[in-house]
């Protein structure tokens, strides 16, 4: 009953949840609360299959590769019980409590089960919704009924389970085992749900790439100051010429520094969080340097570009990526002062990437925020739709999954 309800609630959590790029990320700790069945082997004097819940705690080592340590608790019993049965009028059930054979019905009660063990995980498309994993590991397995004594064997188990992210943080999480006893040669079957709780991990954002703008142009010479002219030596006559001075030349007007003549790129390197466009305090002082820079030449303007990486639909990652450029754009008007006439956001998605999005390492390097300072007479070539582009990268990707579909259609026929 407690199993049902548990996948009940995690079935509606799935059903209202949206959806969610989450990964499995390098160096983070989870948490994994399950429940779900033991299924013990028919000739061991048990109820075949009994509840079980427990915990497990695990840490990623890389975004493939985990370990976790599980604890888990049986509720077993045992079968077969006689409800007339009286303990006294048999003989000790020792050690042997499981194998007491035909001869015999064994005492009604409980067997409490504790399982722990130690698993190595390899994560399937860790970067994915959906994320398939296999698992082996090693323990124990002690065996306390109510009546009799406790035995422990050391057993191997391997399987296999399936993560469903929620959350960024939070995913749904499925498993089956199969369980070896090496003292007793049994083998069980072990199945259970819960969720999963990652905390913390996930690669560090790179420090930001410091651009140094082009120098302003030199200040103009001073101008030299105008000579002054004497009064001619005076006449005979008794009353002299009065001297005659000229007014100095007016000082210069400063000057503006000179507008760019081609486009300047500056790579901000501007990460965001999952599923989100707001602006990490990291990255302030960076965009208020830019952003002085664009306030100390008036006769430029800038474009924010976004770009994403190929994950997702190419409208999803067009969206995502204008609302990332647009963020950056307000931070900069709001914190900084830039006039917003003179600064633009256009989102790329996955349209430009400079790396391949067939690796991690590529696909990190595509999700970048750009900025390109240019000369104003540019500024119309900026403002145009990317629809057409979206739509055109929309009909390159049907066209490949055509071409897939084709090639392997002769090979299936094939192997008929």
Do not use: C
Not at 66 to 82: D, L, M, P
Not at 186 to 199: H, K, Q, R, V
Not at 353 to 362: K, V
Request: proline residues 9%; glycine residues 8%; neutral net charge.
């Amino acid at each position: 009953m407690v199993l049902k309800k548990l996948l009940a609630a995690v079935f509606i959590v799935v059903l209202t949840s949206t959806a969610a790029l989450a990964e499995v990320r390098q160096g983070a700790v989870t948490v994994s609360p399950f429940a779900g069945g033991y299924l013990f082997e028919g000739d061991q004097g048990l109820r075949t299959n009994n509840f079980m819940a427990g915990l497990g705690v695990g840490y990623l080592i890389t975004d493939h590769i985990g370990v976790e340590g599980v604890f888990g608790y049986i509720n077993g019993a045992r079968k077969n019980i006689q409800p007339d049965f009286n303990p006294d009028t048999l003989p000790a059930l020792d050690g042997a409590f499981l194998d007491s054979g035909a001869a015999f019905d064994p005492y009604r009660g409980r067997v409490n089960g504790y399982l722990y063990k130690i698993e190595g995980l390899y994560h399937f498309n860790p970067t994915g919704k959906f994320v398939p994993f296999v698992a082996a590991g090693v323990g124990g397995l002690t065996l306390d009924p109510h009546e009799g004594t406790s035995r422990t064997s050391v057993i191997l188990d391997y399987g296999a389970g399936i993560q469903y992210f929620l959350s960024n943080n939070l995913a749904f999480r499925t498993d089956v085992r199969h369980v070896f006893e090496l003292n007793e040669g049994e083998n069980n079957l072990m199945y259970t749900a819960g969720l999963t709780y990652y905390i913390g991990g996930g690669k560090p954002a790179p420090a930001p790439v410091a651009v140094t703008p082009p120098p302003p142009p030199a200040p103009a010479p001073e101008p030299a100051p105008a000579p002054k002219v004497e009064a001619p030596a005076p006449a005979p006559e008794p009353v002299p010429e009065p001297k005659v001075e000229e007014a100095p030349a007016p000082a210069p007007e400063p000057v503006k520094p000179a507008p760019l003549k081609k486009e300047l790129v500056i790579d901000v390197k501007v990460e965001f969080d999952f599923d989100k466009w707001n602006i990490r305090p990291i990255y302030h002082d960076e965009l208020a340097r830019v952003s002085q820079y664009l306030k100390d030449y008036p006769d430029n303007f800038a474009v924010l570009e976004g770009h994403t990486d190929s994950k997702g639909t190419v409208k999803y990652n067009q969206r995502l990526s204008q609302k990332r450029a647009e963020s950056v754009r307000q931070y900069m008007i709001d914190n900084f002062g830039v006039d917003g006439t003179k600064l633009s956001a256009k989102g790329y998605g996955e349209l430009k990437p400079i790396a391949t999005n067939d690796t991690e390492e590529g696909r990190q390097t595509n999700r970048r925020t750009e900025l390109h300072i240019k000369p104003l007479a540019e500024m119309s070539k900026e403002v145009k739709e990317t629809k057409p582009e979206v739509k055109k990268a929309k009909k390159a990707k049907k066209t490949k999954k055509a071409k897939k579909a084709e090639t392997t259609a002769p090979a299936a026929a094939e192997t008929k």
